[in-house]
């Protein structure tokens, strides 16, 4: 193995392990152990890596786990939502150093969305004066499709304005270092699969549902993101499951995100209690949350979250025939309907699709929390800068 190709090997270890011994990654790159060796000191003079376990030659008969340097060189992680901004700082090793939220204001324009962003990325700055040189990057995890070889955000449909927004330009004039965009469902992909490689058991192949307000999708396979030839793959809320059904802000009928998206969900809402059904359904104060709540105990309810469960595993059903994942990953809001939504996936998905790409199949809940979106966008602009 070349020596350039083995270092890159090495760092893409440390990226997604965090530390590892050098009996593991002798072992595991199969290289020479000297030259494994060399490539460890050289990474440890660049200060990319320390070994804290290390006192001399000898260290006993356990390796101490080298591991990377947090303070080598900071990003910055942004998740743009619909209702709000979280903001990040990301040490090398992927652990945050500090969050920032706030919520959305009125928007509507380029800028006003941009002004917002700033905000956020300077109570940042403001908490951080002394070590701000430290952040050398800027990812962003945009709410709608993005081109992000160019930097654009070609179109948001829950936040007006959001519109062909040259979106990585301002962030790297703004801030004043490079900056990077994907999809935000792509990122939470990510890092959902992150998750799992670093529990020790990563699926070949990885595919999220996000459903909340909208309703997004990923796909990871050993390791890599698949977005399409022009950024515009894993579209799953955008897969017609009711051709004569109402119609979505994209323009089509009958999407899955206009009819298991939060504006789906509030007009089956406002239907049932507009029939004059005895049920606890309110559309003031309305959210996911006391939906999925009142489907626990309110027939109502629990006829409509069923409708729903039902929508998404019809477009399930079209991912699993189309990728074959070996694990599917429910997140967002509706997933809170919890055993109801992932027996009807099943029962959907066994029925509708080969029986050799359902017996496998992993179902799963996410179990990331609130800031992981803003963390996955700063962790893959540090991969982005150290692997370029």
Known sequence: MKKDHLSSEILKMFLMRGAVARPDLIRETGARAATVLKV????????????????????GRKAPLLSLNGDHQWTLGIDFQADRIIGVIADLR??????????????????ACCE?????VNALKANHPQDWHRVKGTGFADPGLVDSESG???????????ENVKTGKWLSTEFGCPA????????????????????????????????GEGIG??????????????????????????????????????????????????????????????????LDNFSLERFVLCSRRDKAARIIAGEICSSIGTALAVVVTLLNPSMIVLGGETAGLGKLLESEI???????????????????????DRTATALGAAILMRDKLLTA
């Open 152 to 162: 654009i955000s070609l179109r948001a449909v829950n936040i007006p304005g959001w």
């Open 217 to 282: 999708g990923g796909f990871v396979k050993n390791g890599e993101c698949f977005i399409g030839a022009n950024n515009r793959a894993m579209e799953i809320g955008h897969i017609i499951v009711a051709p004569d059904g109402p119609l979505c802000q994209c323009g089509n009928r009958g999407c899955l995100e206009a009819l298991a998206g939060i504006n789906g969900i509030r007009r089956k809402v406002k239907e049932v209690i507009a029939s004059g059904v005895d049920t606890e359904l309110a």
């Open 94 to 111: 992927g652990e945050i150093v500090d969050c920032v939220e706030k919520p959305a204001r009125y928007r509507g324009t380029p800028a």
């Open 346 to 368: 099943r029962r959907i998905l066994n029925s509708s699709c080969f029986g050799g790409s359902v017996e496998q199949l992993k179902i799963e809940f996410s179990t990331l």
């Open 180 to 211: 990077g965009m994907w999809p935000e469902c792509l990122v939470r992909t990510y890092m959902e699969y992150r998750t799992r490689y670093g529990a020790g058991n990563p699926p070949e192949s990885l595919f999220h549902i996000s459903l």
């Open 40 to 59: 460890i000191d050289e990474m440890k003079t660049a200060g990319l890596i320390v070994e804290p376990g290390r006192t001399g030659i000898r260290t």
């Open 116 to 120: 917002e962003i700033r905000e956020v």
